[in-house]
Nanobody, 116 residues
Framework: QVQLVESGGGLVQAGGSLRLSCVAS????????MGWYRQVPGKERELVAS???????YYADSVKGRFTVSRDNAKNAVYLQMNSLKPEDTAVYYC??????????WGQGTQVTVSS
């Protein structure tokens, strides 16, 4: 069984920073790509940032210049450094991973709340 365990969410004031972590465990070989989505009630889940095993990155326009995604291949881990947070960044953030051998999985989600 594969698990993605997220940590690092919480409450922060506008302009502050948070760092999300996601570590995969279980019977996996290696990930192809890992990333972060977010969702607010009543809206579709949206891709925030992703990174491939070789380091290619993607960022949603709304977070470019403020968020940085990184990975640790040896740990099958992905991180999201979020700076200059805005109230509109408030959402549940989900880790997502695509593995070479076992397909794709989701984390349980972590709440990020940015107060104005």
């Amino acid at each position: 069984q594969v698990q993605l365990v997220e940590s690092g969410g919480g409450l922060v004031q506008a302009g502050g920073s948070l760092r999300l972590s996601c570590v995969a465990s279980g019977r996996i070989f290696a990930f192809n790509a890992m990333g972060w989505y977010r969702q607010v009630p009543g809206k579709e889940r949206e891709l925030v940032a992703s990174i491939t095993r070789v380091g290619s990155t993607y960022y949603a326009d709304s977070v470019k210049g403020r968020f940085t995604v990184s990975r640790d291949n040896a740990k099958n881990a992905v991180y999201l450094q979020m700076n200059s947070l805005k109230p509109e960044d408030t959402a549940v953030y989900y880790c997502h991973a695509v593995f070479y051998d076992v397909g794709d999985y989701w984390g349980q989600g972590t709440q990020v709340t940015v107060s104005s």
